[in-house]
C-alpha cells in the first residue's frame, strides 16, 4: 500500500495516545487478528515507548477460527478454560488498559449452527463476567480500532477487483473516521469531544423521561431511568486517567429504562453479529421486552441472539448520531458495527451502562436492578436512524421537545 508505513505510524500514536492514553508502567493488552499484524507492530513499539511496562498480544486466525467453528463439537467449542478466564483477570487487577483491533470479515462464520453460535456466545460471557463488569463500569481503560482484512474490505469495497487496493481505499477510509488525515489528529479530537460534550450537557439538563422515535417501520417510546447520565465520546478509569473507547465515534449516549420500552423498531443499516449478517428485521417491544421479532436475513440468529438470557430481549443503551456526520456523508456501509453504529442513531440489545446513572460506578447488581438499568451477559448495538427519523423528547409532565428533526439535531 502507497505510503502504508506513515499511515500506520500515524495511526498507532492516535490509538496509544488517545484512544488508549497508555502511562508510564501500564500494562497493554491488545487482542487482533493475523490480519492486522502490520498495525499490531506499529501500537506495539508505541505503547512502548509511552512507557508500558508490559504489552501482551492475544492473537487469533480468521481461517483458524472458521475452522473451529466448523469442525470442533458444541460442547468443545463453547468451554473456556478456567485458565483463560484467569489470565485475563490477573491483568485486570493490575491495571491494564485493552486495546481491541478489529479486522474480521463481518460474515466470517456465516452457514455455522446459530445454536452452536449462541451456546459458544453465552458460555463465554458467563466465564468473562468480571472482565465485563471492569470495563462496562470503566474500571480499566479500553479502546476499540479496526484495521481492514481482505475479506472485509472486498465486503464494503465489492466493485474492487485488486484485493490490495480494495484494503488501501478501505484503511484510507478508516484513517479519515479517526480523523487521522487531519494536520493536528489530538487537536481534531479536543474539538470533537468538546462539541459532542455540549449535546450531553444540553440532554441532562433537560432530564427527559422518555424518548419519542418516528420513521419509516418505527414507532418506538423508550423511556429514561430516574437520574440517568448522558456521555459523551471519552471516559476515565479508576486512576483518573482519560480514554477514548470507540474509535470512531459520533455519539451521546445513556441507558433506557428496561420496563419501559414499546412499540416497534427497524434497522436502517444491516448487523454483524457472530459472524453473520442480520438484515431488515423489526423488534416489537411490550413493557420493556422484546414480545414479537422478525428479520429477512440471519432470523435464527437473531433468535439466538434474542435467546442469550433474559436481558437479551431488552434495551440496555440508547444512543444519538445526527445522519448529517462524517461517516453517514462517506456514503459507505462498513458491515462493522464500530463505524455503521457512528453513522446512525442506535440501540443496543442487552446490558446498560452503569456509568449512564449517576452514581451507577458503585452499585450492585442489585441497586442496577433498582435504578431500573438492563443487565445482561451481552451487549449488541442495532443501528436505526436514518434521515427520515424524528425523535421527541418527552418530559415528566408529557409535554415534548423536539430533539431530532429529519435524522440531525433539532437543537
Same mark, same amino acid.
Given at each position: ?202 440532554? =441532562? @439538563? &433537560?432530564?427527559? $423521561? ?9 414507532? /418506538? !417510546?423508550?423511556?429514561?431511568? %430516574? ?39 427497524? =434497522? @436502517? &443499516?444491516?448487523? $454483524? ?9 423489526? /423488534? !416489537?417491544?411490550?413493557?420493556? %421486552? ?122
Amino acid at each position: 500500500m502507497k505510503n502504508l508505513d506513515l499511515k500506520l505510524d500515524k495511526y498507532a500514536q492516535v490509538i496509544v495516545k488517545i484512544g488508549a492514553n497508555v502511562q508510564p508502567g501500564q500494562r497493554v493488552w491488545i487482542n487482533c487478528t493475523t490480519d492486522s499484524l502490520p498495525l499490531v507492530y506499529k501500537v506495539t513499539e508505541a505503547s512502548y515507548k509511552a512507557g508500558a511496562s508490559d504489552v501482551h498480544v492475544k492473537l487469533t486466525d480468521d481461517r483458524l477460527t472458521r475452522m473451529h467453528a466448523e469442525y470442533q463439537p458444541t460442547e468443545v467449542y463453547s468451554h473456556v478454560p478456567q485458565w483463560l478466564v484467569d489470565e485475563r483477570n490477573e491483568y485486570l487487577d493490575n491495571n491494564v488498559v485493552f486495546i481491541h483491533i478489529l479486522s474480521s470479515s463481518p460474515n466470517l462464520l456465516s452457514g455455522i449452527d446459530p445454536k452452536k453460535l449462541g451456546t459458544y456466545t453465552k458460555n463465554m460471557g458467563e466465564a468473562f463476567k468480571y472482565y465485563r463488569s471492569r470495563v462496562m463500569t470503566d474500571a480499566n481503560s479500553w479502546t476499540l480500532a479496526s484495521y481492514p482484512s481482505a475479506d472485509w474490505a472486498k465486503l464494503v469495497f465489492p466493485e474492487e477487483k485488486d484485493s490490495e487496493k480494495a484494503q488501501e481505499k478501505l484503511l484510507d477510509a478508516i484513517l479519515k473516521t479517526v480523523r487521522v488525515d487531519r494536520e493536528d489528529p489530538v487537536k481534531a479530537w479536543e474539538e470533537h469531544h468538546k462539541i459532542l460534550s455540549e449535546k450531553a450537557d444540553y440532554l =441532562n @439538563k &433537560k432530564a427527559f $423521561s422518555a424518548l419519542h422515535y418516528t420513521a419509516p417501520g418505527t414507532d /418506538l !417510546t423508550v423511556g429514561l431511568p %430516574k437520574n440517568h447520565v448522558w456521555i459523551a465520546a471519552g471516559s476515565k478509569n479508576l486512576k483518573g486517567d482519560h480514554f477514548m473507547p470507540n474509535m470512531p465515534t459520533e455519539e451521546v449516549f445513556t441507558a433506557a429504562d428496561k420496563y419501559r420500552i414499546d412499540g416497534y423498531v427497524s =434497522n @436502517k &443499516k444491516p448487523l $454483524s453479529y457472530q459472524g453473520n449478517i442480520i438484515d431488515n428485521f423489526k /423488534l !416489537t417491544f411490550k413493557d420493556g %421486552k422484546v414480545v414479537d421479532f422478525q428479520a429477512e436475513t440471519g432470523y435464527d440468529i437473531l433468535k439466538q441472539l434474542l435467546d442469550t438470557d433474559e436481558g437479551a430481549k431488552s434495551i440496555g443503551e440508547v444512543a444519538l448520531v445526527p445522519h448529517d456526520s462524517p461517516i453517514s456523508n462517506s456514503g459507505l456501509l462498513y458491515y462493522q458495527t464500530l463505524f455503521d453504529e457512528n453513522a446512525s442513531n442506535h440501540l443496543a440489545l442487552g446490558a446498560a451502562y452503569p456509568t449512564n446513572v449517576k452514581g451507577g460506578k458503585d452499585m450492585s447488581e442489585e441497586e442496577l436492578e433498582k435504578a431500573h438499568l438492563n443487565q445482561s451477559i451481552t451487549h449488541v448495538d442495532f443501528m436505526i436512524g436514518d434521515a427520515e427519523m424524528d425523535i421527541d423528547g418527552i418530559n415528566e409532565d408529557g409535554t415534548r421537545e423536539p430533539v431530532f428533526r429529519k435524522g440531525n439535531w433539532a437543537f
